[in-house]
């Protein structure tokens, strides 16, 4: 019987238009076409969903009121929706890259004053991301890209919230082989994206003597 080796689960973080959508695109293609590797994208939140339809009304409309309680909670059911689908296309073979998860869902409600730990609990026991990118963008840099301000969360001074949040990963994860901060200020979307992939290169590498096991948030 042939084993098949399971896909890498692999993350982009970072503040609205800092271009981990672009950079998780990239990385998609060149492991897609250039390495053949099987790929699927993927990202959070998922809008199609029963509660993906809730998160997108929200973000979209800036007088929805709602408890930032209540709409963590359903940020993290969203990636719950998600949770099976996810083992089962990384245990298929399948390298995932997702375009947000629940470092997100902490980020950009500890900035709205709820408490770190807290924000935490409700993704524990999901699938653990075997890479993380976070692409560090400066919150004023980014306000000129197109279309800033359309969403709910798009205003600089929450922005820069939201980046002192994300440095309590970063710090956590100073040591970490499972996370990656790549700079993006004063660089160029074609520098960006061969940083990270020499980064992806590197780990796969050095994960070649089996990976097998996953591990949970
Ligand atoms: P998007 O711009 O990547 O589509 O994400 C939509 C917004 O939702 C973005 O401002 C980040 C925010 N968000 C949260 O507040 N919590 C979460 O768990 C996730 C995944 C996104
Ligand atoms: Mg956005």
Excluded at 83 to 98: A, F, V, Y
Aim: glycine share 6%; hydrophobic share 35%; with cysteine.
């Amino acid at each position: 019987m042939q084993v098949v080796k399971r896909g890498l689960f692999i993350v982009f973080e970072g503040l609205d238009r800092s271009g981990k959508s672009t950079q998780s695109k990239m990385l998609a293609s060149y492991l897609e076409n250039e390495l053949q590797v099987p790929v699927k994208s993927i990202c959070f939140p998922n809008r199609e969903s029963v509660s993906g339809k809730t998160l997108n009304q929200y973000l979209q409309n800036r007088d929805m009121k709602y408890p930032d309680e209540a709409i963590h909670l359903i940020f993290a059911a969203n990636r719950w929706e998600m949770r099976d689908q996810i083992l089962s296309d990384l245990k298929s073979g399948i390298t995932l890259i997702c375009d947000r998860y629940a470092f997100s869902g902490v980020a950009y409600s500890a900035a709205k004053g709820l408490d770190f730990e807290w924000c935490k609990n409700p993704d524990r026991g999901l699938v653990k991301p075997d890479l993380t990118f976070f692409i560090d963008a400066n919150a004023e840099t980014i306000k000129s890209r197109s279309d800033y301000g359309s969403e709910r969360y798009e205003r600089v001074e929450f922005q820069k919230k939201v980046s002192e949040s994300y440095g309590k990963f970063k710090q956590e994860a100073e040591a970490d082989e499972h996370w990656v901060t790549v700079q993006a200020d004063g660089k160029s979307i074609e520098e960006m994206h061969s940083e990270i992939l020499d980064k992806f290169i590197k780990y796969r590498e050095s994960q070649s003597e089996g990976c097998d096991d996953l591990d949970k948030l």
